[in-house]
């Protein structure tokens, strides 16, 4: 006798179709995937009392962090020399936006991670200052009397994303003179700096004035030598990596390095050459233990805009008629100064390509990414 299969269920008529999430779940799982542009989310919020109440909601602004990861340069910081600190916003803040201006020239730009800005005393390293500009919440870090063999000084603040409400923090502070470089790790949970940290290798440069890069579990900085300090927070250890060879970049190209981030968390390096810029990274060498650069993309700036040369006068100006500016912390988007204004250039679509603000004469710019809602901090 064969075997007997069950014949297939009908569905009834009148019976409910399966099971959907309640239509509040679905409107809360469509908010999180807005853009995270403040204005977005504040127009969202302007919709209904319903969309408010979601926004507003302690559920939604931890998931909506950490489902775009990557908070939006909402502007950036640059040292001006008549008012000190100065922030540029790339767009006029939506409803009740923090203020993002500091308001204090004693006080010189170090670099912006993870929400928060570094600062320094001026003049002289008397102590450091970790400012939440969204909050508003500061830190001062006293530093102790330095030797007087140290030339060169420059620091970088660090926390982590899920760490904004407690406001806990890091600072590496990092020293050099007579061809030596050491630093040391500051914790604000224990209020206290760590051990000294000296590198084992031969001499080298002084550090540079530019904003660190992180990259890894690693911060790094420009020697005045061209070479790269790289702090290994992890190991607590100090190294000298070397740039890219002195072949495959011109003269113009190794003094406008700027350390960055690649999307895929390697160490990069942005190189403006005259209306070129040059993105490397720095790959692992496949079985061996070593690494070394790659030059992974080249994007000739003058084809997406004009790029005319400084004059005065009738007469060409020499200063470069390009200038890289800062890269911000996840090595999106670069800020790239010109005579006709300061752009901001998406590196992974370089036809994203926008002015941000006017022609000014600064050395560099220190991005600043943050998520808010307006009246409603992240």
């Known amino acids: 006798m064969g075997c007997m299969l069950p014949s297939p269920q009908?569905?009834?008529?009148?019976?409910?179709?399966p099971s959907l999430p309640p239509a509040e779940d679905l409107l809360f799982e469509i908010l999180l995937r807005l853009p995270p542009d403040p204005d977005?989310?504040?127009r969202a919020a302007l919709v209904c009392r319903r969309w408010r109440r979601l926004i507003h909601g302690q559920a939604f602004l931890p998931r909506f962090r950490a489902f775009h990861?990557?908070?939006p340069v909402l502007g950036f910081?640059?040292?001006?020399?008549a008012v000190g600190p100065s922030f540029v916003a790339l767009a006029a803040p939506a409803g009740a936006g923090p203020s993002l201006v500091f308001g204090d020239g004693d006080w010189s730009l170090l670099g912006c991670r993870h929400g928060r800005?570094?600062?320094?005393s001026g003049p002289g390293w008397l102590q450091l200052l970790v400012w939440d500009p969204v909050t508003g919440h500061r830190s001062c870090v006293r530093l102790g009397r330095l030797a007087g063999h140290v030339r060169a000084c420059n620091a970088a603040v660090l926390g982590h994303q899920d760490t904004r409400r407690d406001g806990s923090f890091r600072v590496a502070f990092v020293f050099t003179g007579e061809g030596r470089a050491s630093a040391c790790l500051y914790s604000s949970e224990t209020a206290a700096w760590g051990r000294l940290i000296t590198a084992g290798t031969a001499r080298c440069g002084d550090v540079g004035t530019k904003p660190s890069a992180l990259a890894g579990d690693a911060l790094y900085w420009v020697l005045d030598d061209g070479d790269i300090l790289e702090l290994d927070m992890g190991k607590e250890t100090l190294a000298v990596v070397e740039p890219p060879p002195p072949d495959a970049l011109t003269l113009y190209g190794r003094s406008s390095i700027q350390l960055m981030a690649s999307p895929d968390g390697a160490l990069g390096l942005a190189v403006m050459d005259v209306f070129s810029l040059q993105l490397w990274a720095r790959e692992a060498d496949g079985v061996a233990s070593t690494s070394s650069w790659v030059l992974r993309k080249s994007i000739d700036l003058d084809v997406f805009v004009p790029m005319p040369l400084p004059c005065a006068?009738?007469?060409v100006i020499l200063v470069p008629p390009v200038r890289l500016l800062g890269v911000d912390e996840g090595g999106i988007s670069?800020?790239?100064?010109?005579?006709e204004g300061i752009f901001m250039l998406h590196l992974e679509d370089?036809?994203?390509?926008k002015k941000v603000a006017a022609s000014r004469m600064v050395d560099f710019v220190y991005p600043y990414s943050s998520f808010y809602v307006a009246g409603f901090y992240i």
């Open 10 to 17: 009908r569905a009834c008529p009148g019976a409910p179709p």
């Open 40 to 42: 977005c989310l504040h």
């Open 69 to 71: 990861r990557t908070p």
């Open 77 to 81: 910081y640059h040292n001006s020399r």
């Open 117 to 120: 800005v570094l600062l320094r």
């Open 313 to 315: 006068g009738g007469r």
């Open 334 to 339: 670069a800020f790239i100064w010109t005579i």
């Open 350 to 353: 370089e036809m994203l390509m």
